[in-house]
Nanobody
Framework: QVQVVESGGGLVQAGGSLRLSCIVSGLTFDDYAMGWFRQAPGKEREGVSY????????GYAAFVKGRFTISRDNAKNTLYLEMNSLKPEDTASYYC??????????????????WGQGTQVTVSS
């Protein structure tokens, strides 16, 4: 059974930083591209960042580029998202997801197969 568990969310002031982690079990982690998504109340889920199975390719949504960094440790089956210069508009539930296909770079939620339950990030002004 595949399990995807996010952690590291919390309350932070604008300009602050957080590091999210996502531990995956029940699949061969380095066979899967990984992505981070987020969803704010009343809004659709949106893609934040992706990383290829071996970590060599990554990409970001324009609204986080230069502030967030995605990484993975395949030996630990863990995905990370380092978030700096946080803004109130970054407030959302953040989700980790796994995709074994080749369209992961499109950051479309429909292509990702396995999802975590999310971790809440709240940025105060």
């Amino acid at each position: 059974q595949v399990q995807v568990v996010e952690s590291g969310g919390g309350l932070v002031q604008a300009g602050g930083s957080l590091r999210l982690s996502c531990i995956v079990s029940g699949l061969t982690f380095d066979d899967y591209a990984m992505g981070w998504f987020r969803q704010a109340p009343g809004k659709e889920r949106e893609g934040v960042s992706y990383i290829s199975p071996n970590g060599g390719i990554s990409g970001y949504a324009a609204f986080v580029k230069g502030r967030f960094t995605i990484s993975r440790d395949n030996a630990k089956n863990t995905l990370y998202l380092e978030m700096n210069s946080l803004k109130p508009e970054d407030t959302a539930s953040y989700y980790c997801a796994a995709d074994r296909g080749t369209n992961y770079y499109m950051l479309s939620a429909r292509t990702y197969t396995y999802w975590g339950q999310g971790t809440q990030v709240t940025v105060s002004s």
